[in-house]
């Protein structure tokens, strides 16, 4: 994950799901196999452009998002700037200011944690192909902060979130097919420029905070 952006990809099912292919009949459609081929949506990933290639299968030409579906628009919160600490025995409040700036950027997750890495690929469609990929997110502002206590300033940007699976496309037959589907489910987020909230998290000292698992905004 990169330090100054969000790096979002998930996956669905098993890494050993069945992928679908394209027919190119009268009206072209997905299928999926009757039977497995040999290999499986780790191999169709690994092939998409910057992945590390895969044996079983050559270099796709493209990998896109397909088959979308639009969810509702997600919010991530992120730590914006460095944690300000009244800890060490203090006894007084401090008023200080807090706050930074930061990139955020479009995330791609496959729908599951079963080990597939697509955080290299390179994989166009959807929003990605009308909206902007990442965005600056910049504020600050004064907090007073009382002893025993720290606190991190945040944002959330506003995200679009597509779910599809991946289409892949090769220039030579693989298996009998130019074009092949993944069987897991990605999902994508793409940031919305100047749709952003900001908030003060504060927490007690000993603790990280770094970590917005308690955050509820």
Not at 64 to 72: K, Q
């Amino acid at each position: 994950m990169l330090a100054s952006s969000i790096i979002f990809l998930s996956i669905v099912s098993s890494a050993f799901a069945v992928p679908g292919y394209y027919s190119s009949g009268p009206r072209g459609m997905y299928r999926s196999r009757d039977a497995a081929p040999d290999f499986t949506d780790q191999d169709l990933f690994n092939s998409c452009p910057g992945g590390p290639g895969s044996k079983k299968l050559e270099r796709a030409d493209r990998c896109t998002l397909a088959n979308i579906v639009d969810n509702p628009n997600a919010r991530p919160f992120v730590v914006l700037g460095n944690p300000v600490l009244n800890c060490g025995g203090a006894q007084n409040p401090i008023t200080v200011s807090i706050g930074g700036e930061m990139t955020v950027s479009q995330t791609t997750e496959v729908n599951a944690n079963i080990g597939i890495e697509i955080d290299e690929l390179k994989i166009g469609g959807g929003a990605s192909t009308s909206s902007e990929t990442s965005t600056t997110v910049s504020n600050t502002t004064t907090y007073t902060i009382n002893p025993g206590r720290q606190a991190v300033y945040v944002a959330g940007t506003a995200q679009k979130s597509e779910t599809g699976n991946i289409q892949v496309n090769y220039g030579d037959r693989q298996y009998g097919h130019f074009i092949w589907f993944t069987d897991s489910t990605v999902t994508r987020l793409t940031p919305i420029p100047g749709d952003v909230e900001y908030s003060v998290y504060e927490s007690a000292c000993g603790t990280d905070p770094r970590d917005l698992s308690k955050f509820h905004p």
